[in-house]
């Protein structure tokens, strides 16, 4: 029904930047929000950064002042853009997006994910 797709990933060096992309397509009626969550080996997946529909933010206190979240709305696609990259945020970045497919349903929905790697 919904289909998440990323790009942006790869390899950089300490203090570089990357931005990552994430295209909702399918049946979407609307999108309440987006976020950027990543799981680096052996840990648990953790929220990176969200955004509501009318535009409001949130950030993992490791990412604040780094990373920024940003949302096309015409196009259903949010952006995390990187900066400062340090060694620790290497992983496995996920999009996920909340969606209202109807007026009786709606869920959460899942990229493939992207992997950001960090090191010199």
């Known amino acids: 029904q919904v289909q998440l797709v990323e790009s942006g990933g790869g390899s950089v060096q300490p203090g570089g930047s990357l931005r990552l992309s994430c295209a909702a397509s399918?049946?979407?009626?609307?999108?309440?929000?987006m976020a950027w969550y990543r799981q680096a080996p052996g840990k648990q997946r953790e929220l990176v950064a969200s955004?509501?529909?009318?535009?409001?933010?949130n950030y993992a206190d490791s990412v604040k002042g780094r990373f920024t979240i940003s949302r096309d709305g015409a196009d259903n696609t949010v952006y995390l853009q990187m900066n400062s990259l340090k060694p620790e945020d290497t992983a496995v970045y996920y999009c996920?997006?909340?969606?209202?497919?109807?007026?009786?349903?709606?869920?959460?929905?899942w990229g493939q994910g992207t992997q950001v790697t960090v090191s010199s």
């Open positions: 996920k997006a909340g969606v209202v497919v109807s007026k009786t349903f709606r869920a959460d929905y």
């Open positions: 399918g049946i979407i009626f609307s999108i309440y929000t």
């Open positions: 955004i509501t529909s009318p535009g409001s933010t």
